[in-house]
């Protein structure tokens, strides 16, 4: 009895202490802290949202205008306004080198920037169309005259004359061609064409060639002393 007795008091859970109670008033503190931030960062970006649709319907309403630049923010924000600029058909983008100075552009789609302009903005320049158009003449220049100086070396390094029609007295015209249509191979140097190695004789003919030789051999060493004496 007293063993069922100690193992149902084991069983039931304890009074919470003091510091048990602290610590989840606590937590339920902080919960409700993070809770209420997260809706007020929720209604300041509503909020942001419906103030940047309104400043974006004022600019594409707005005729004179064709580009809108916006002073830096953040990133959520940034992404919140080229969302909004999405949504209405503009054209958006960011600039800046720090992520505290980078800052947001619009333009309507019939007043896109070129290359040249969107380069300026990324290196922190002004764009001017005056000043962009000189600029664009100059390099045309300065690729016309590169073109032309080029074409100055090419003609400097061809020569005047050919060496075949300065020398054409002295070897003519068709002279290295007949050389080497004229060309033979010499025998005395082994360069004999097989035709002229070939054996055409045969065997008998070949046999008699030898006695003939060997007689006169004979003959010639036989009158060699009478002639001597």
């Known amino acids: 009895m007293a063993d069922l007795l100690g193992s149902i008091l084991n069983s039931m859970e304890k009074p919470p202490?003091?510091?048990?109670?602290?610590?989840r008033r606590k937590a339920r503190e902080q919960a409700a802290r993070l809770k209420k931030?997260?809706?007020?960062?929720?209604?300041?970006?509503?909020?942001f949202r419906k103030k940047m649709e309104k400043e974006v319907s004022e600019f594409i309403q707005d005729s004179a205008q064709q580009k809108r630049k916006y002073n830096p923010m953040?990133?959520?924000?940034?992404?919140?306004?080229?969302?909004?600029?999405?949504?209405?058909?503009l054209t958006s983008f960011s600039f800046g080198e720090e992520e505290e100075s980078r800052y947001?552009?619009?333009?309507?789609?019939?007043?896109?920037?070129?290359?040249?302009?969107?380069?300026?903005?990324?290196?922190?320049?002004?764009?001017?169309?005056?000043l962009a158009e000189q600029r664009r003449r100059l390099k045309e220049q300065a690729a016309?005259?590169?073109?032309?100086?080029?074409?100055?070396?090419?003609?400097?390094m061809c020569?005047?004359?050919?060496?075949?029609?300065?020398?054409?007295?002295?070897?003519?015209?068709?002279?290295?061609?007949d050389a080497a249509h004229t060309l033979e191979a010499n025998r005395a140097y082994g360069c004999v064409p097989a035709a002229n190695k070939?054996?055409?004789?045969?065997?008998?003919?070949?046999?008699d060639q030898i006695r003939a030789k060997k007689r006169q051999k004979q003959e010639a060493d036989s009158g060699a002393p009478s002639s001597s004496s």
């Open 17 to 23: 202490t003091v510091g048990s109670q602290e610590s």
């Open 37 to 47: 931030m997260e809706e007020l960062e929720k209604r300041k970006k509503a909020e």
């Open 74 to 89: 953040g990133k959520i924000e940034r992404s919140i306004l080229h969302d909004v600029s999405e949504v209405a058909g």
């Open 104 to 130: 947001v552009m619009l333009f309507k789609k019939e007043f896109a920037p070129s290359d040249e302009e969107l380069e300026a903005y990324r290196n922190g320049e002004e764009w001017d169309p005056k």
């Open 144 to 156: 016309l005259e590169e073109t032309a100086s080029s074409k100055t070396k090419k003609t400097e």
């Open 159 to 177: 020569p005047n004359t050919n060496y075949r029609d300065k020398y054409v007295h002295l070897i003519g015209t068709t002279a290295a061609k």
């Open 198 to 207: 070939r054996d055409t004789r045969s065997v008998e003919e070949a046999i």
